[in-house]
């Protein structure tokens, strides 16, 4: 879970900004990124690229999260099943 990063907090805002995620590999869920818990997900000026997953190429956003992207880049997130950049 989350090639990068495994994010689980309850009811709570989280930002990712100016930042680059580049050849991340999950073999589960978020290539780059996994995300739980009822939260709120901010994602602003990043890339994401070349990350890869069996579901959620870039990220895998579970239980109810919620997702903002402003300015942002998704290229070349491969899965093997289910959304390629985001799930």
Do not use: P
């Not at 989280?14 to 901010?42: H, M, P």
């Not at 239980?63 to 998704?74: G, P, R």
Request: with cysteine.
């Amino acid at each position: 879970y989350g090639g990068s990063l495994y994010i689980s907090t309850f009811n709570s805002q989280v930002l990712i900004s100016n930042s680059t995620f580049s050849s991340s590999v999950a073999s589960t869920k978020g290539g780059c990124l996994y995300f739980q818990r009822n939260s709120e997900l901010i994602i602003s000026s990043t890339k994401f690229s070349e990350c890869s997953a069996e579901s959620g190429g870039a990220f895998y956003l579970a239980d109810e999260t919620s997702l903002l992207m402003d300015n942002c880049e998704i290229s070349n997130c491969y899965s093997e099943e289910n959304g390629g950049a985001v799930v």
